[in-house]
């Protein structure tokens, strides 16, 4: 029975570690996808985060497609002179320090 049981647990493993790594990619694509919609890195001038908004601060606001935004997932956008600020809830961290790496 215990062969049984380390069987189940090694093929429910694989599951989990396949499952993280299709995750990575998806979150990588989709924030590729969102700095495009800003504008490209270089537009991007700063970043901040507050619980699950991410305030965003552009060289130029034009440049950003907010439709394009809004289909990643956003809640909500508010554009405030050259800033957006975005709701993602949960990902607003992940997507602060991604930005942050490309630099």
């Known amino acids: 029975m215990s062969w ?18 299709v995750t990575g990619k998806h979150f990588d694509e989709e924030m590729n996808k969102l700095i495009k919609y800003l504008g490209g890195k270089d537009n991007i001038i700063d970043c901040e ?31 405030i002179d050259n800033q957006l600020k975005i709701v993602f809830d949960k990902n607003a961290r992940q997507l602060k320090k991604y930005i942050k790496d490309m630099r």
Do not use: C, M, W
């Open 49 to 79: 985060v507050t619980v699950s908004r991410f305030k965003v601060t552009l060289k130029d606001i034009s440049l950003a497609n907010k439709e394009g935004i809004q289909k990643l997932g956003a809640k909500g956008i508010v554009e």
């Open 4 to 21: 049984e049981y380390l069987i189940i647990l090694a093929v429910l493993v694989i599951v989990a570690l396949v499952a993280i790594k």
